[in-house]
């Protein structure tokens, strides 16, 4: 069975890059447009065209210019997570530009965009039937992080990515830690 390995478990950061992210060439990516903006600079919709494979939309998340190196090694921790899931509801890393600039993490894209908007936007417009997918594909993706000893630590709607079939991926591992099974550590409970 195989468990996550947190990436500031590794002496060099990027050490963890390299072993659970694939490097992708900046040449096969083109930036169209910004999609929004996140806490290390913004995101875009793009295409990405890998040899031997047709081209895809992704989401390319950036590392704004004049960044630190401590700002550099946590925007590609999430790269260094991500990188270890491969579960139909956990949203899937193409791969990271480190080679140029500026830094990229590369996501399948989800055309609806976050759960809570999406939902916002088509309000009553779905079936219980629908919903109730929704809701299983969620929990089927926090029940793979949980067997692969993850704790997610910001489960929310805004942090669900759509797809254009509707099926929902947990996405957004910045605060992501891993789950130690240690009962050397106190517990406190109150009476």
């Not at 996550?4 to 950061?13: A, G, N, S």
Request: a negative charge.
């Amino acid at each position: 069975m195989k468990i996550y390995i947190d990436p500031f478990t590794y002496e060099d950061p990027n050490e963890a890059v390299r072993e659970f992210a694939k490097e992708i060439d900046v040449s096969f990516v083109k930036i169209e447009e910004v999609i929004g903006a996140g806490e290390f600079g913004e995101v875009y919709k793009g295409r990405l065209k890998l040899p031997g494979k047709r081209e895809i939309y992704v989401a390319i998340k950036t590392l704004k210019a004049g960044y630190s190196e401590k700002q550099r090694r946590d925007f590609l921790s999430e790269a260094s997570i991500m990188g270890q899931f491969d579960h139909p509801n956990i949203i899937r890393l193409e791969g990271v530009v480190t080679k140029s600039r500026p830094v990229m993490i590369i996501t399948e894209f989800m055309e609806n965009g976050a759960l809570d908007s999406f939902l916002r936007q088509n309000d009553g417009q779905f079936t219980v039937i629908q919903l109730v997918g929704m809701l299983r594909g969620i929990a089927a993706g926090m029940k793979y992080l949980a067997e692969m000893n993850y704790v997610h630590r910001d489960l929310a709607a805004r942090n669900i990515l759509v797809n254009s079939n509707l099926v929902c991926k947990v996405s957004d591992f910045g605060l992501s830690r891993y789950l130690q099974d240690d009962t050397s550590d106190p517990t406190y409970t109150s009476s």
